[in-house]
């Protein structure tokens, strides 16, 4: 079975941290994109930053740059979301996908298409929950 783990969501007040964990299974990470979406009640789903494997370049909506930053563990199948400096507007549930590059990560409609049509596969996590509370 293919598929992404979304964990380490959790309450946080304004100010403080979280580590996201994108976790997959059934596939490698290294020739794809992997990024991470969320999407808080009564809006629209939108990407928040994506890292491609085969070159690590790293994207990020304007409203995080500075205190959020995506990583990857090879070894570990594994891509992780830091979150410093949390504000209210971050409560969202977090969801991971991947895709065969970044390209349409801010469109969250269309990432992880090309990857379905190449493949057959399709990534996307059940998501995991982050609350923060001023």
């Known amino acids: 079975e293919v598929q992404l783990v979304e964990s380490g969501g959790g309450s946080v007040q304004t100010g403080g941290s979280l580590r996201l964990s994108c976790t997959g299974s059934?596939?490698?990470?290294?020739?794809?994109?992997i990024a991470w979406f969320r999407q808080a009640p009564g809006k629209a789903r939108e990407g928040v930053s994506c890292?491609?494997?085969?070159?690590?370049?790293?994207y990020y909506t304007n409203s995080v740059k500075g205190r959020f930053t995506i990583s990857s563990d090879d070894a570990k199948n594994t891509v992780y979301l830091q979150m410093n400096n949390l504000e209210v507007e971050d409560t969202a549930v977090y969801y991971c996908?991947?895709?065969?590059?970044?390209?349409?990560?801010?469109?969250?409609?269309?990432?992880?298409?090309?990857?379905?049509?190449?493949?057959?596969?399709?990534?996307w996590g059940k998501g995991t929950l982050v609350t923060v509370s001023s």
């Open positions: 996908a991947a895709d065969l590059t970044c390209r349409l990560y801010k469109f969250s409609n269309s990432f992880g298409k090309n990857l379905k049509s190449r493949t057959g596969m399709d990534t």
């Open positions: 059934g596939f490698t990470f290294d020739d794809y994109a």
């Open positions: 890292i491609h494997y085969s070159d690590h370049n790293p």
